[in-house]
């Protein structure tokens, strides 16, 4: 079994508002994972990382991070982090090569140039290594952060939202450098509201909603579920229940009987549609109209999150 780089049991945060950001959390991650966690904005992906990354105090629970409590060994366990934020805080008179130099310097690590111009020429920066960070653009603020993030060599790295607003140029170059990351053990988790980016890089995605971790899966596992479709028949004539002759699939009526539904599995060999189909031309069951669609990330929330809810 591997050991887990990140453990995290029973975390609250309600802030003294009343508003609970979220409900008790339990999760572990391995070393040299890349795990997405995904949800809606507002879920409680931010103030998740934050706990871990030691800006936020937690209610309850604790973290492990590398071996170190989070509380009571911080400045160990902060030490092993680095953390790419969601905003850009970086309207900063140094030089770029200054500020990721210094962030280096935070965290008591001897200097390395070396380390440094690699770090910076991987996000394409050593260009700019002499510019005031100010000066840069957008874009190119982004890449500080990373930088910022990776100066003193950290073993779990947080990337908070990192494509949100992101030219195509930097996406490609951030997954570049995660993968690089990943295969030198470094462990990475990302949040995200874009499902293609989980599917792109992730290993395992957790989902969280209103404060809630509801589901933690492999990769694949989850791409399986966005693999199902439901194709609709818009009917000819209303229809009060479905026939024993279409048992074979498995068939739900809606909209008061003038729609016909069935789900399947996009992925699977033999999807079922066409003998369908064929069956209901034998029976003389005729449709106006037919479309199907995809399972979205949103649609899996969707059936999650109610299925939670009481009635």
Request: proline share 4%; hydrophobic share 40%.
């Amino acid at each position: 079994m591997p050991t887990p780089v990140i453990s995290i049991a029973g975390l609250t945060k309600t802030y003294a508002s009343g508003e609970i950001a979220l409900k008790p959390i339990d999760l572990t991650i391995d070393k040299g994972e890349i795990f997405a966690l995904l949800g809606p904005n507002g879920a409680g992906k931010t103030t998740l990382i934050s706990i871990v990354c030691g800006i936020v105090t937690p209610s309850s629970g604790s973290v492990i991070a590398d071996g170190h409590d989070i509380v009571r060994d911080y400045r160990r366990a902060r030490s092993k982090i680095g953390l790419v934020p969601q905003e850009l805080h970086t309207d900063s008179f140094e030089t770029v090569l200054a500020t990721v130099s210094f962030s280096r310097g935070l965290f008591g690590k001897a200097p390395n140039k070396g380390f440094i111009e690699k770090t910076l020429k991987d996000l394409s920066l050593w260009d700019k290594r002499d510019t005031k960070v100010q000066e840069l653009s957008g874009g190119m603020k982004r890449r500080v952060l990373i930088a910022k993030a990776l100066s003193h060599e950290p073993e779990i790295l947080f990337l908070d939202e990192p494509t949100a607003g992101v030219d195509v140029e930097l996406r490609r170059d951030m997954w570049a450098l995660v993968r690089q990351l990943r295969e030198t053990g470094v462990t990475i988790i990302l949040t995200t509201h874009y499902i293609e980016e989980a599917e792109e890089m992730a290993d395992r995605v957790g989902v969280i909603s209103k404060g809630e971790l509801i589901l933690v899966e492999e990769k694949a596992a989850l791409m399986k579920k966005l693999g199902r479709k439901t194709l609709t028949l818009n009917l000819n004539e209303v229809m009060d229940a479905v026939p024993a002759s279409l048992s074979d699939w498995p068939l739900k009526l809606a909209a008061d009987g003038h729609e016909l539904r069935y789900e399947f599995d996009a992925n699977a060999e033999r999807t079922g549609v066409s003998p369908l189909l064929r069956k209901l031309g034998d029976l003389g069951i005729g449709f106006k109209d037919l479309n199907t669609q995809q399972s979205s990330l949103e649609d899996i929330f969707v059936a999650l999150v109610t299925e939670r809810e009481p009635a």
